[in-house]
């Protein structure tokens, strides 16, 4: 069965601090992997989505993410945290067909002023 | 333009009393899920339903059932609640914005927090 892994719940930043999120998933065939944020009092909104191609993709608010196909990872990336990036974040993985998503256990970020 | 609707936002049953949540979307999306949302596991689905007149079972569908109403609604019922299901659930719907990978890009409602005492 398909599982998702995020490597840490809570992650507490300085503004200015560099951000990595860990996320692995267990599937075997092809993925569609993405990033969810759910920020205080807001709905769950995308944040960045892979399909296939650049490895590397982009999202809103300066986020990025790596898929790495070997390690089954699709780590999330910012070089700069805002105060306003605190929120919690989900890895999510869909499999070919797309409608089963299954979610990470999530991350909530906490960045200090 | 709404997008995704839940009622209520709030409910507090007893054991054993039934409910039902409702969700509604105006995108005009095919598919539409139920997720349920609890510390430390994250969303895990309980029912979808990849078109109007399907549904299939999700990771955790026992205690549930769901009706696809029409194209824009999908409730999610609970006949006898219990306190394990306690918990806040959320509403999807989505968008095949990839045929080849059959990707689903999803759109959330706000939620409904519900409290089985």
């Known amino acids: 069965a398909q599982s998702v892994s995020q490597h840490n719940h809570h992650v507490i930043l300085s503004e200015a601090a560099s951000l990595e999120l860990g996320c692995n998933y267990s599937?075997?065939?092809?993925?569609?992997l993405f990033w969810y944020v759910q920020y205080p009092g807001q709905h769950l909104q995308l944040l960045l989505k892979?399909?296939?191609?650049?490895?590397l993709v982009k999202g809103i608010k300066g986020f990025e993410a790596e898929f790495i196909k070997s390690k089954f990872s699709f780590n999330l990336r910012k070089p700069s945290v805002q105060w306003s990036d605190t929120a919690e974040y989900f890895c999510?993985?869909?499999?070919?067909?797309?409608?089963?998503?299954?979610f990470g256990a999530g991350t909530r970020l906490f960045v200090k002023a | 333009n709404a997008g995704v609707t839940q009622t209520p936002k709030f409910q507090v049953l007893k054991t054993g009393q039934s409910m039902t949540l409702q969700c509604a979307q105006d995108?005009?999306?095919?598919?539409m899920y139920w997720y349920r949302q609890d510390p430390g596991m994250g969303l895990r689905l309980i029912y979808y339903?990849?078109?109007?007149?399907?549904?299939d079972k999700g990771e955790v569908p026992n205690g549930y059932n769901v009706s696809r109403l029409n194209k824009r609604e999908f409730s999610l019922r609970l006949e006898s609640a219990a306190p394990s299901q306690t918990s806040v659930y959320f509403c999807?719907?989505?968008?095949?914005?990839?045929?080849?990978?059959?990707?689903?890009?999803?759109?959330f409602g706000a939620g409904s927090r519900l409290t089985v005492l």
């Open positions: 999510a993985v869909g499999n070919t067909g797309g409608f089963k998503t299954i």
């Open positions: 599937y075997g065939g092809t993925v569609n």
């Open positions: 339903s990849a078109s109007e007149g399907t549904t």
């Open positions: 995108m005009n999306h095919n598919s």
């Open positions: 999807a719907s989505s968008e095949l914005v990839r045929a080849v990978s059959g990707a689903n890009v999803l759109t």
């Open positions: 892979y399909f296939s191609g650049d490895p």
